[in-house]
């Protein structure tokens, strides 16, 4: 099935935190794409997390305790929720849902938040297209991958960005660019199949060499990973900037530190 002939749904979350488990919706935003184009206006939903959003959370998005005191809880927008991630809105279509770095963040926050709240039903995570892997895949070398950062980078409109509308709309437009660019395989299995193909070498990646370093991705030379320097070749790394990391920062891989020591002569 072609993607541009699929129904996609975005979707989006503002939380309390970044403790997918642990931490609260305080907005869902959501949007239909059709070969890129969007179809009707975004729609959110903000929601009473039934906690305190923290200040740090709230500078981010702009989401206050007052401004959702009166809001529903999660489990009473939940149903409608449900009904547009199981397909119910789209008129017996087949739908695909997608959202950037809704695999390893907005579904697992969102099922947690459907458990917590007796709800029936999980978004299957590997069923859900995720732009920001592809670009971790296939761009490694620009180093933050932000959604704002990329659809600059794009040419995408972004206003407001955090609030969890305009970010699925602008995740929306990504996801078709990238669609066109060749960079997100044209059919939905084949998308599907090799999204999952990067997580896992994008995981094996990170195990062995955290953020320090990448493989490129024809020639499987080593390259920084991290800071202005992302996408230089080990090989003509500054020996010197290397020892300075080795020196100066924790928590490096033992992979990592074996492969700076190497270059930088210690």
Known sequence: MDLSQTPILVFDTETTGLDTQEDRVVEVGACYFLNGERLGHGRAMR????????????AVHGIYNS?????????????????????????????VLAGY???????????????????????????????????QWHHRDWGR???????????????NAHSASADAKATGSLL????????????????????????????AEYEEFGRMLYRDRESGALHLGFGKHSGVPLERADPGYLRWCLENMQNIPAAAVQAFSERAGT
């Not at 809880?73 to 739908?95: C, K, M, W, Y």
């Open 47 to 58: 929601v009473n997390p039934g906690i305190e959003i923290p200040e740090g959370a709230s």
């Open 67 to 95: 401004d959702v005191e009166s809001c529903p809880d999660f489990g009473t927008i939940a149903p409608r929720l449900v009904a547009h991630f199981q397909g119910e809105e789209s008129n017996g279509e087949s739908l």
């Open 101 to 135: 770095n809704a695999v390893k963040y907005d579904t697992p926050i969102l099922n947690a938040e459907f458990r917590r709240h007796g709800i029936d039903f999980q978004i299957d995570s590997s069923r859900v297209l995720d732009p920001l892997i592809f670009l």
């Open 145 to 159: 991958h932000k959604l704002e950062l990329m659809a600059q980078r794009f040419g995408i409109p972004l206003v």
């Open 176 to 203: 078709h660019e990238l669609i066109k660019r060749g960079t997100i395989p044209a059919t939905v299995e084949n998308a599907f199949e090799a999204q999952a193909l990067h997580i896992t070498a994008l995981d």
